[in-house]
């Protein structure tokens, strides 16, 4: 926990409500998301026991399976849930828009978008994907043919929501603590309800009153995926057992709903306090990523692509790890310079720094390593109060201007100076505005938004003997279509 955010909880506690630790809102949020509050059965690691999902908040759908332990019901449930979701996700594919590049190409013109309440709500919704993608149309225990796509389609949007910054699926808890310090712990920020209350209390309440309320299963039930222990003892056994003896699945259906009600409403109260932030300046660019990936996996289940194999090859989890990294290191920069908020956190641990500039050497030509002839390489001498934690020689990043690299040069009391490489025109001096002038106020991080380099990794064909050799084709089998649900 950073000084920042430890002072705005210490801050909300002595107020009574939430602090802000950002000031624009750094997650995409879709015009039509589909919120999915899935529950699961106690003890039972992917026994979807029932949801509540869709894309109107007026009108969710509820879906439930009255015997949990049923497979058949288990996977008609699955092919209900199909029915709702295929529909909204393969219908952003319909539109698409020329992206204009070296190699101009065709990206849907916009992607789906999940909200789910909290980090267990992603982890299940892997879990189905995982548990689904490998079933068969035919054969032993065959499935609904929507089943396995659906499951495919699970996969996809459980891996784009380990990127950071990605926005296909999204946790609300973990949306929310972007944008406010609660006065709770972050393991209880992990309740929706508890989180909400200290954001945004009831009127004549404060944030510990209203999340004291909060806890209370009866007012406020769990927002899943698991039940509260009480409910299911005293309430869901009963209607199970009801179901078994009358065939009806009403009593399941209406204690179920009791459950997930509540938390329907409180989603759509935590999308109406994040739309009323302004939306960061590197959002769009970061959901194109999210519509660039969509566009790819569209066509690759329209040419018939496997299902995501259980385990990663060597070469592919590197590359996916060097890509997950990259990724965080991208998010983290983007978000502080998008967010004065976000960047004194790096200000006050020393990785970044603002002043004013107090002298510009915008003539100095030097000859680069491994250069042959001088080159524009300005100086720029910042005064700063910040406390800075760099040494000379390091990498610099801009605010005003994210892709100019420059370097520190020397540090000396409040005065930092540092050198401009690059980023400013062709000519033989600095292009008007490249160079920060005398008495403008700058900030510069050792955050890097381009994400760094990949490292260079072989190819799958090239995999080394000491990590298995180039790995067969993928190629889904009867062991993997039998993967059990628990």
């Known amino acids: 926990m950073s000084v920042i955010s430890s002072y705005a909880r210490a801050l909300a506690v002595q107020t009574g409500r939430a602090q802000p630790v950002a000031t ?36 969710p759908r509820l ?50 978008q999940l909200l789910v ?41 459980a891996e784009r929501a380990e990127y950071a910054g990605s926005s296909a699926l999204v946790a609300l808890t973990e949306a929310l603590a972007l944008h406010w310090a609660t006065g709770q712990s972050p393991m209880e920020d992990a309740n929706l309800a508890t989180q909400l209350a200290w954001i945004a209390p009831p009127e004549g309440q404060n944030g510990p009153e209203a999340a004291l309320a909060a806890e209370d299963p009866l007012t406020s039930p769990p927002a899943g995926p698991e039940t509260h222990p009480d409910f299911d003892g005293q309430v869901l056994d009963h209607a199970i057992r009801a179901y078994e003896s009358s065939g009806s699945p009403a009593q399941v259906r209406e204690a179920l709903r009791t459950q997930l009600e509540p938390t329907w409403a409180l989603m759509w109260q935590a999308v109406r306090l994040l739309r009323g932030l302004p939306e960061a300046a590197t959002v769009d660019a970061r959901w194109a990523k999210d519509r660039d990936q969509f566009t790819r996996e569209t066509a690759r289940l329209a040419d018939g692509g496997f299902p995501r194999g259980r385990v990663d090859g060597a070469v592919s989890a590197a590359i996916r790890l060097a890509d997950l990294e990259s990724a965080l290191q991208t998010y983290e920069a983007q978000r502080a310079f998008d967010d004065p908020l976000v960047m004194t956190e790096h200000r006050v641990a020393g990785k970044a720094f603002s002043g004013e500039v107090v002298a510009v050497d915008a003539t100095r030509r030097i000859v680069p390593p491994g250069k042959t002839r001088p080159a524009p390489r300005p100086l720029v001498t910042i005064r700063t109060s910040d406390p800075v934690r760099l040494s000379p020689g390091k990498r610099l990043f801009s605010s005003r201007n994210r892709k100019q690299k420059t370097e520190i040069v020397s540090i000396a009391g409040d005065l930092v100076v540092i050198q401009i490489n690059d980023q400013m025109g062709r000519g033989s001096t600095p292009a008007p505005g490249s160079v920060p002038e005398v008495g403008e106020i700058v900030c510069y991080a050792e955050l890097d938004p381009g994400g760094g380099q990949r490292p260079r990794l072989p ?13 067969a084709p993928y190629v889904p089998t009867d062991e993997d279509a039998q993967e059990a649900w628990s």
Do not use: C
């Open 63 to 112: 879906l439930v399976v009255p015997q949990p332990r049923n497979r058949d019901l288990r996977f008609a449930f699955m092919a209900e849930l199909a029915d709702v979701m295929l529909p909204y996700i393969e219908g952003f594919a319909a539109v698409t828009e020329t992206v204009e590049a070296k190699t101009p190409y065709e990206r849907s013109s916009d992607a789906p």
């Open 459 to 471: 190819s799958g064909e090239d995999t080394p003997w000491t990590h298995g050799g180039p790995p």
């Open 117 to 157: 309440p909290n980090r267990g709500g992603v982890a299940f919704t892997k879990l189905l994907g995982r548990s689904t993608r490998f079933r068969r149309a035919d054969g032993p225990y065959p499935v609904h043919p929507s089943v396995p796509v659906l499951g495919q389609w699970l996969t996809f949007l």
């Open 24 to 59: 624009v809102r750094h997650v995409h949020l879709s015009a039509t998301p589909m919120v999915f509050i899935p529950l699961k059965l106690a003890g039972e690691a992917a026994a979807p026991l029932a949801a509540l999902v869709g894309t109107d908040p007026a009108n």
